[in-house]
Nanobody
Framework: QVQLVESGGGLVQAGGSLRLSCAAS????????MGWFRQAPGKDREFVTA????????YYADSVKGRFTISRDNAKNTVYLQMNSLKPEDTAVYYC????????????????WGQGTQVTVSS
């Protein structure tokens, strides 16, 4: 069992930056691939980025490539999402997830999900 708790969301102006964190409980964190999704009002949840269990592989949605960076610290059971050059269309609730592989995460088949943290980008 893995429990995920996101933090770091907030209100930022367009062009600004935020760093989200996702703290995981459990001793098996390092065996899971991790990912971030987001859901804007009135829209479906969409994949943002994923990272392999060892951190060697990262994957991004085209909409965030070059602006967002995912990383993880297995010693701290934490995954991060550094978001730069934020745009109003990045406004959403951001969810952390854990899965058996990057493929399962990208396919939306994560085993565990956090409660989400709100990110609002003003124009």
């Amino acid at each position: 069992q893995v429990q995920l708790v996101e933090s770091g969301g907030g209100l930022v102006q367009a062009g600004g930056s935020l760093r989200l964190s996702c703290a995981a409980s459990g001793r098996t964190f390092s065996s899971y691939a991790m990912g971030w999704f987001r859901q804007a009002p009135g829209k479906d949840r969409e994949f943002v980025t994923a990272i392999s269990w060892g951190g060697g592989g990262t994957y991004y949605a085209d909409s965030v490539k070059g602006r967002f960076t995912i990383s993880r610290d297995n010693a701290k059971n934490t995954v991060y999402l550094q978001m730069n050059s934020l745009k109003p269309e990045d406004t959403a609730v951001y969810y952390c997830s854990a899965g058996q592989s990057v493929t399962t995460i990208i396919n939306g088949e994560s085993q565990y999900w956090g409660q989400g943290t709100q990110v609002t980008v003003s124009s």
